[in-house]
């Protein structure tokens, strides 16, 4: 046991001192690029969500209440409301909980707190079950007592059409770039097998092992696909940083303190495995391909 964790410590000082070397650290580079690509895509994506998160993509309609209606009037309509089959939710918003939700919006505390009066309506907010929300809305405006309606989800089913679209393009990019990342690694494993053939040969005439020899290369494709990994962290979060010095005055002039914000431990996390996996990848394919045609003479 000892032997076997001298064997591989041994292995790993070699592969450390070959990517240090200039061809190691360019490709730990290239790599970084290549993974933060999908890395930053992700993490704007992932800050996205939580906006994203806060529109209900549920067919929805609004229904307003002329300013003069009463109480009994509005709970007349939702019986009716709740009687209708192509309805499945109904949902009473009292004009004094809108302008209370209203007041605590970031910005208009004060304009609210200015209003003589609660200029709001009484509404109810239903959830469709039917295809068609232009017939159901037009049916609906009709009932009495309501003054105004809108069927305000279409543009939340286009921003969740563009999420999707988005996660497919970033997963396919991911792919391509990933398949890149083999590709730099099995180049760079190449080169360093073909200026070692010598060194190769002679340990194979004094009886080391495939494993033995194999070792280095497979470490060297790990900490290569490692490096790139916290490289393409680092860049990610550089760029974001200098986004969010536009984008938080952008929100601010909205009253907003949002923020792109990094990726989690665990995507982090997962982003170097993924990297180490990667480069274990390329080397083994590499060292697959090319060692087989070195034997000694």
């Known amino acids: 046991m000892n032997a076997w964790l001298r064997q591989h410590a041994a292995a790993l000082r070699t592969a450390l001192a070959r990517l240090a070397r200039p061809p190691g650290l360019l490709s730990a580079a290239v790599i970084g690029i290549a ?21 209900t993509l549920e067919p929805q309609i609004s229904l307003f209440l002329a300013p003069q209606a009463s ?9 009716v409301l709740r ?8 949902h009473f918003v009292p004009r004094e909980t809108a302008l209370k939700e209203l007041s605590e919006v970031q910005g208009l505390a004060e304009v609210v ?3 003589g009066r609660n200029p709001l309506p ?10 068609s929300l232009d017939s159901l809305a037009a049916d609906l405006a009709r009932l009495p007592g309501v003054a105004h309606v809108q069927a305000d989800t279409v543009w939340a089913r286009r921003l969740a059409a563009l999420a999707r679209i988005g996660r497919l393009g970033l997963g396919l990019l991911a792919a391509l770039l990933g398949a890149g990342l083999v590709a730099v690694t099995f180049n760079t494993i190449r080169l360093q097998i073909l200026t070692q053939r010598e060194e190769i040969e002679v340990s194979k005439l004094i009886g080391a092992t495939d494993a033995f020899i194999r070792r ?8 290569q696909g490692l490096a790139g990994g916290a490289i393409a962290l680092a860049i990610v979060a550089a760029l974001l940083a200098l986004l969010n010095r536009e984008v938080g005055a952008l929100a601010a002039s909205y009253g907003s303190g949002f923020r792109l914000s990094f990726l989690s431990a665990a995507d982090a996390g997962a982003t170097l495995a993924a990297a180490g996996v990667l480069g274990w990848l390329g080397a083994h394919l590499s060292v697959s391909r090319h060692l087989r045609a070195i034997e000694p003479r």
């Open 83 to 90: 009687a209708d089959r192509r309805l499945s939710g109904v």
């Open 216 to 223: 280095p290369f497979y470490y060297l494709g790990l900490l």
């Open 71 to 79: 109480r009994a009037q509005a709970d007349a309509l939702g019986k």
């Open 113 to 115: 707190a200015s209003l």
């Open 35 to 55: 993974v933060s690509l999908p890395a930053g895509g992700y993490a704007l994506l992932d800050s996205l969500r939580g906006v994203a998160a806060r529109v």
């Open 122 to 131: 009484d509404a109810f907010v239903v959830t469709a079950q039917a295809d």
